[in-house]
């Protein structure tokens, strides 16, 4: 008889770094170098590794930010790795619950991103905003409110009183 424990996923300490989360998205840039640089300065994202290849491309690269790591690679259009500027844009948005929504998007501007939905009270009572970084990856930036709805009722009664056109 098959052993029935033969195809479970191992634990979460057997794959990952102490520290680091199970699940890590893995950004293509065009420029990952400069990504690593831009990260640290409008996230504060610290580095934990970087790989260069034998043309200097990074293949393979991490940060830390906001205690997620963050995999970077360089855009390698050979091998299938392509960002989202060379795509024409992105289905993905990277979400960071931060203390203060306003001054980090602000040092992110400042670093060189774009705004493209400012900081705003949202009916779900979190202060919210989106940008795009220089390399085409959108970023929402969070500070969630103290005593905003977290069941799904709550949420919708909010949606409804703040936001009928979507109610």
């Known amino acids: 008889m098959a052993d029935p424990t033969a195809n479970e996923t191992p634990p979460v300490h057997d794959l990952s770094p102490p520290g680091v989360p199970f699940l890590a998205p893995h950004l293509v840039c065009d420029g990952a170098a400069a990504a690593i640089d831009f ?18 491309r990074l293949v393979h690269a991490s940060v830390m930010i906001n205690g997620a790591m963050v995999m970077l690679v360089d855009e390698m ?15 993905v948005t990277l979400h960071l619950a931060v203390p203060d929504a306003d001054a980090v998007v602000a040092r992110a501007v400042q670093a060189g991103a774009t705004v ?29 409110g103290k005593d905003a ?7 919708q009664e909010a949606m409804r009183q703040g936001a009928p056109e979507q109610a």
Not at 77 to 91: A, F, S
Not at 116 to 137: E, L
Not at 149 to 155: C, D, G, I, M, Y
């Open 39 to 56: 990260y640290a300065k409008a996230f504060g994202a610290q580095e934990m590794m970087r790989l260069p290849g034998p043309d200097g």
């Open 77 to 91: 259009p050979e091998h299938g790795m392509r960002g989202p500027k060379l795509l024409g844009g992105t289905p």
């Open 116 to 144: 493209v939905m400012p900081v705003a009270d949202q009916f779900w009572g979190d202060r919210y905003g989106v940008i795009a970084d220089p390399f085409g990856h959108h970023w929402s930036v969070a500070t969630p």
């Open 149 to 155: 709805p977290r069941t799904s009722e709550a949420l």
